[in-house]
């Protein structure tokens, strides 16, 4: 089937074509020839003058396109509401956080040898959320109407105080989330964190016994989550943004509900075992070195992760976009996982020393200040009351206001 073969060996980069002609007919004794165009040596080929036009060619091109997009994205889109439109986001910082920490914190006690008791597992979390959360609904249900006075104060605050007294139960056993959400709205966060922990032994315990299970769990998890989203979008007509009063039905369908932020839990928890792991092996001595290639190419995923998930309502904020089902729920699909994902990579490499800039990691140093944590020990509490201070303030308006960037970020 071949009727010619081709040899390839190393020499000197002294040696000619012919020198090898040579050598090869007196091993072989036979007619050898060698063509000088298969002579590779490294050397350094300088660029002809048609290359250096191409490439000044391509640089233009390339210099006018970053020119045009830059002009377009300025002067069709306002930024600064991009970003207020996609505050939803920053919630799912919370939801990642807490998936991390538990998932963390459970396999190091699983190590350290403590015995998994799931009553006590559950009871140690609903004792440590409800005290608080339970005295704000009572405040809510019998002394929120003295608190301020106005014009629109009875009107809004004697439904809210009611529906407090009749519906304050859901909030104690949290399933405000699924049921009429009036008295503290905030609580839908709460509401979401406390039953993802109570299916998470789901995933803990295939991930303490049996890791390889319990990554496959949290993998077809996640998946579940977004077709849960892309589902409940495309079937309520959900766009990711609009100024047609859409809002409304976006929050009840699909921003409270625990089943559309399962995905940045369950990455939370895959986070927790990742750097449960990470630290393991540290004490076991055994080293995890990532390259430099490794840990840049990380931190491009971050930022274009991180900011991508932002820029993906851009085209949803356009007055003149119509809605198109497909586009609008694979967005609410995808941004999510993919923004718990930008913030997994952050979070693990400033714990694994990779923290950005320096060795020391300047990021990381940030991050760790002690200021965060003490503003940390009023997170819960800052939780369970604001709503009801700005609802407090917003009710007892007595003059006009008028809508501006400041207020919408205040309210």
Request: glycine letters at 4%.
């Amino acid at each position: 089937l071949f009727d010619k073969f081709s040899w390839s060996i190393c020499i000197p980069s002294s040696c000619r074509p012919t020198d090898v002609e040579n050598m090869l007919r007196s091993n072989f004794n036979s007619v050898i020839s060698v063509d000088p165009l298969t002579c590779h040596i490294k050397q350094h080929v300088p660029f002809t003058s048609t290359e250096w036009t191409a490439l000044g060619i391509i640089i233009i091109f390339a210099v006018i396109v970053i020119i045009s997009t830059v002009y377009d994205l300025t002067m069709t889109a306002n930024w600064k509401h991009l970003f207020l439109t996609n505050g939803a986001l920053q919630m799912d910082i919370y939801f990642v956080l807490s998936g991390m920490l538990l998932s963390y914190l459970f396999l190091r006690e699983r190590e350290l040898g403590k015995q998994f008791s799931l009553w006590r597992f559950y009871l140690y979390r609903y004792l440590r959320v409800t005290p608080a959360l339970s005295i704000i609904v009572l405040v809510n249900a019998t002394l929120f109407n003295r608190l301020g006075s106005g014009p629109i104060w009875e009107q809004n605050i004697l439904n809210k105080q009611d529906d407090c007294w009749y519906y304050g139960w859901t909030l104690l056993f949290f399933i405000r989330n699924y049921t009429k959400p009036h008295c503290l709205f905030q609580s839908w966060a709460l509401n979401i964190d406390m039953q993802m922990y109570l299916i998470s032994p789901l995933f803990l315990i295939p991930l303490h016994r049996k890791p390889k299970i319990g990554l496959v769990m949290l993998t077809v998890g996640v998946i579940a989550g977004m077709v849960s989203v892309f589902t409940t979008a495309t079937i309520n007509r959900i766009p990711v943004y609009s100024f047609r009063n859409m809002e409304l039905r976006m929050v009840k369908e699909l921003y409270i509900q625990t089943h559309t932020h399962v995905t940045p839990y369950l990455i939370g928890l895959g986070l927790g075992y990742v750097l449960h792991h990470y630290k393991r092996c540290e004490k076991l001595q055994q080293q995890i070195v990532f390259t430099k290639l490794n840990v840049t190419l990380g931190w491009i995923f971050c930022i274009l992760a991180l900011t991508s998930s932002n820029l993906m309502a851009l085209p949803f904020l356009q007055f003149n976009y119509k809605y198109e089902p497909l586009y609008s729920s694979i967005v609410l699909a995808i941004k999510r996982p993919i923004w718990s994902l930008g913030l997994s990579w952050l979070i693990f490499a400033c714990v694994a020393g990779y923290g950005g800039f320096s060795v020391t990691g300047l990021l990381n140093s940030f991050l760790s200040c002690n200021m965060f944590l003490l503003l940390s020990r009023f997170a819960y509490g800052t939780t369970v009351v604001h709503s009801t201070v700005v609802q407090s303030r917003a009710y007892s308006i007595k003059t006009n206001t008028y809508f501006s960037d400041f207020q919408q970020t205040a309210d």
